[in-house]
């Protein structure tokens, strides 16, 4: 390594004498021919600025760290400053400030190492939980296991200031890098004094203190019992960080300007013609190449900028916007026709015309390989190309980091970090009605959609907490339409992906369909184009973000699948599939649906309990979007089939604004739907949707996922009852169609044992699985669709059309029966099996038990009427109805007359 680092200088050395002699010869030859001096110093800066550039970057160069990477121990270096501040008795505030400051930057470079092995970034647990072996972790066990040295941290070092500036910032530094590793009530023992301090520090001026402060602030604020108790705190110090924002806003955007200026511009070709016109004979411009090359094709880009309008001929150097252009030009090819352009002032010659045409052909031909690359470089298929990074190689890590997981350096504190610890505060606040109008005034929104935009900012950690802020701010009505009307929704869909920063646009996209006005607001007035641009993303968020980005997509489609307009983009997008594919590519459902497991298999799917938890969330409301998904497809297919029974006198201006309204989705009128459809089908009926789902295997998953939910594993899960009255209600749904009803005879896998599907169902209604009463009234509906429907549409003849009369004797198979006979004797088969299996799971005790419930008090009536109802569905089977006769229930009248007596509840009379 040292060999190497001693070859690299004595190359750039070499290098640079090169250049130097080159320059020595050129000074030579122009003294020789005798040109003025003014115009010697000006031809070698334009013809030579590459070759000083070099010469600039080669000494500015860094010397090579010939420290090896790989004896770096970062554990070790910790443990031996630790064990330094231990036998140091009495150290003096010097030595103490270079330990923590020591201390902190080995954890800023752990935090780096952590950021890229891309965790979840809405996971607030602690490292070691998420990845035990990183440094990360390890370094924050280890420093805490030292109880002197964190009291000595928090108490002496931060809260005792006596003046020592330094050895105060470094300890706030070292806090801050501690966080995720560290519990709010160690760090907020004495919150009377410890917040009011952080809100004084957090507003003075000393820099880099303060924002360590407001880090640390920031942590307090997340406790809702400690924002609540600053309240008048908090009146102040909105208002000042929203100034004191803008201001460092205000400074990004002029270091953004000074970064893309460029020091030579003065002596591009066209300037230094025009300042040195006696200059003008002498010809600067390269030789045209011999062979139609990039040189060529590169004056004919400046060209087209300038006819296009884009530039003028004053100043034809391209900043760094046009650049981006220039790189990727395919990329937004232009509309408007050669002939248009070329009318006008800005016509151009016919030669220039000819070059212009096979210019554009060129770039036409090459459109889609650039697209590819675009796609590639920033690992998004949409927005516009950032400006680092866009026209460097592809493996280029060092380009696209920033956009893709961020950094972490809290010494220099870069503009954007300092912004980052600012909205850091404001987020938790942000969501309080009180605090609302200082937002407002201050324009807090606006320097969000500021930070959105990704040619402003190239910090995806800023834009990260930009989303944040921006989702607290969400919450307010008021908010959420300003942002809808100064377009905010195009910057979301822009935001690159995949990223870190795409995580948090699930969760404003969630928060923007929460609210029904304002998700009428963008459907009303965002075009097509968007409305599928905002499906596709958020089916991307499904299929490959973290696991609450994917919580956080199910539950966005949750509230928009009750938008037609939505629900069409979403089947065009192939929706249900990839909604379909996250439940069914969850390690928690495979290791469930798999019977015979081996030993490796077994070893792959063992989950953690976090793991298990947050995939069991995914579940939950993977199911609560099927469920809204098809409760609005039943009543889209309702509605078309009122329409078809009535005169259709609406217009398509007026269909069109209909889809742009929410459905109805109660699960009142969910009910009366599938009553609706149950009395107009037969048992030929075949619904697209459910034909689609079937086909996917998607009754089969319910049915895993319902019997993964009754056992005794799931006992302990929170969301539980939610998750099988989702599941239910999709089967209930689902079982308005009769050629479905066969998924019930199905067996799955419950506790390491497989039973039939019929089983669980009336496990669930007979109250065994320790659910709710709702779970229970669900299970026995099933019951009564599966017995009612079937028996009635099997042997009932169902209306036919015309057409249907004319094909009847087409459609003969090899024997000579007609193809509706054959349908109806599988009809009638899948019946006979619904039954059997009913009676084999002990379906006629269960329904008789529940005809006599008293408990719950609230729900034991409608329990007992949905019952009866089963029973009658039971007894159109003849040896059902047999069995029934026979028992006492029925025989002596007694028990059956004193259940119609009178109500268990007074109230619940109607359903007695």
Excluded at 146 to 165: N, P, Q
Excluded at 503 to 512: G, K, M, N, P, W
Excluded at 604 to 617: A, H, V
Excluded at 835 to 864: C, F, Q, W
Aim: aromatic share 8%.
């Amino acid at each position: 390594e040292y060999m190497g680092a001693y070859l690299c200088s004595s190359l750039n050395y070499a290098v640079c004498s090169i250049l130097v002699y080159r320059y020595w010869l050129t000074v030579n030859l122009i003294v020789y021919i005798s040109i003025p001096f003014s115009h010697i110093t000006l031809f070698i800066i334009n013809i030579y600025s590459s070759d000083i550039l070099y010469c600039l970057f080669v000494t500015a160069m860094p010397r090579v760290n010939t420290r090896s990477s790989t004896n770096y121990d970062p554990i070790k270096e910790v443990i031996d400053l630790l064990h330094t501040w231990t036998q140091n008795v009495a150290p003096s505030v010097e030595e103490n400030t270079r330990l923590l400051l020591e201390i902190a930057k080995h954890l800023e470079l752990a935090t780096e190492e952590f950021y890229a092995l891309d965790p979840d970034p809405m996971d607030d647990r602690h490292p070691a939980r998420i990845f035990p072996d990183c440094n990360l972790a390890i370094l924050l066990k280890t420093i805490f296991k030292r109880e002197a040295f964190m009291h000595k941290l928090v108490h002496d070092y931060m809260l005792d200031y006596s003046g020592e500036t330094e050895l105060h910032s470094a300890a706030c530094r070292v806090a801050l890098s501690l966080l995720p590793g560290m519990e709010t009530a160690m760090l907020f023992q004495d919150v009377d004094n410890l917040v009011p301090k952080l809100i004084e520090w957090s507003l003075s001026e000393d820099a880099p203190f303060r924002f360590y402060a407001m880090g640390l602030l920031a942590c307090a604020m997340e406790t809702p019992t400690i924002t609540s108790g600053f309240r008048d705190k908090n009146e102040i110090i909105v208002p000042q960080l929203l100034t004191f924002l803008t201001q460092l806003r205000e400074q990004m955007e002029h270091s953004r300007k000074q970064a893309n200026h460029r020091p030579f511009a003065c002596f591009a070709r066209d300037e230094f013609n025009k300042s040195n016109n006696s200059l003008s004979h002498v010809n600067f411009s390269p030789k045209p190449s011999t062979s139609k090359g990039f040189l060529d094709l590169d004056n004919e880009i400046v060209e087209s900028e300038v006819v296009n309008g884009h530039g003028d001929s004053t100043s034809p150097i391209m900043d760094s916007s046009s650049v981006a252009e220039t790189c990727e030009l395919s990329a937004e090819p232009t509309s408007t026709p050669i002939s248009e352009e070329l009318n006008g002032d800005n016509a151009v010659t016919p030669g220039k015309k000819s070059r212009r045409s096979k210019l554009k052909r060129k770039i036409k031909d090459q459109q889609f390989d650039n697209e590819k690359r675009k796609k590639f470089i920033i690992g998004s298929s949409g927005g516009d190309v950032p400006r680092i990074g866009e026209c460097s190689s592809n493996s280029s890590w060092a380009s696209i980091s920033c956009y893709m997981i961020g950094t972490y350096k809290l010494n220099p504190l870069s503009l954007e970090m300092q912004q980052r610890l600012v909205l850091s505060v404001l987020t938790p606040l942000g969501e309080y009605q009180d605090l609302l109008s200082h937002v407002i005034a201050n324009k807090g929104l606006q320097s969000v959609i500021y930070y959105l935009n990704i040619s402003n900012n190239c910090d995806v950690r800023l834009t990260c907490n930009a989303l944040k802020y921006l989702a607290s701010l969400l919450c307010h009505r008021k908010m959420a339409l300003e942002f809808v009307q100064h377009d905010g929704v195009s910057l979301l869909l822009n935001i690159k992906r995949p990223s870190v920063s795409s995580t948090f646009v699930a969760l404003c996209l969630y928060y923007l369909s929460y609210n029904v006005e304002v998700m009428e607001q963008i459907c009303a007035g965002a075009t097509q184009r968007h409305l599928t641009s905002m499906v596709e993303y958020a089916l991307w968020l499904l299929e490959s973000s973290h696991e609450s980005g994917k919580c956080h997509a199910t539950l966005f489609f949750f509230f928009v699948f009750s938008f037609p307009c939505v629900m069409e983009i979403f089947d065009k997008q192939d929706g249900l599939r990839k909604l379909m594919n996250t439940l069914n590519m969850l390690p928690i459902v495979l290791q469930h649906r798999r019977i015979e497991t081996s030993q490796e298999q077994k070893e792959e799917l063992t989950l953690g309990e976090d793991e298990i938890y947050s995939q069991r969330q995914v579940v939950r409301h993977s199911c609560l979007a099927l469920r809204r998904y098809f409760e609005a497809q039943l009543a889209l297919r309702v509605s078309a089939s009122n329409c078809r029974s009535s005169s259709i006198n609406s217009t398509s201006n007026h269909v069109q604004t209909r889809s742009m309204k929410p459905l109805s989705l109660t699960p009142e009128s969910t009910l009366d739907n599938i009553g609706n459809v149950l009395d107009s089908i037969s048992h030929r009926t075949m619904w697209s949707t459910a034909q689609i789902f079937n086909r996917l295997q998607g009754v089969d998953l319910l049915l895993h996922i319902l019997a993964m939910a009754t056992s005794t594993e799931w006992k302990t899960f929170t969301g539980r009852s939610e998750l099988v009255r989702n599941v239910l209600d999709i089967m209930c749904v689902l079982m308005s169609v009769p050629r479905l009803h066969v998924a019930l005879t199905h067996r799955v896998k419950v506790n390491n044992k497989t039973v039939s599907a019929m089983h669980i169902i009336l496990a669930i209604a007979e109250g065994n699985s320790s659910l709710d009463a709702e779970c229970q009234k669900l299970a026995i509906n099933i019951i009564i669709y599966t017995t009612t429907v079937s028996h009635t549409h099997c042997n009932l003849p169902s209306i036919k059309s015309t057409n249907e009369t004319a094909l009847q004797n087409d459609n003969l198979d090899s024997t000579g029966r007609s193809s509706s006979s054959l349908r109806t004797k599988s009809c009638i088969d899948i019946t006979d099996a619904i039954y059997n299996s009913i009676r084999h799971n002990r379906g006629i005790k269960v329904l008789l038990y529940l005809m006599s419930v008293k408990t719950p008090i609230t729900e034991a009536d409608s329990i007992r009427a949905l019952a009866a109802r089963g029973l009658c569905g039971l007894a159109r089977c003849e040896r059902i109805r047999q069995v029934l006769s026979k028992l006492s229930f029925f025989g002596d009248g007694s028990t059956l007359q004193a259940l119609t007596r009178e109500p268990v509840l007074t109230e619940n009379r109607a359903d007695h």
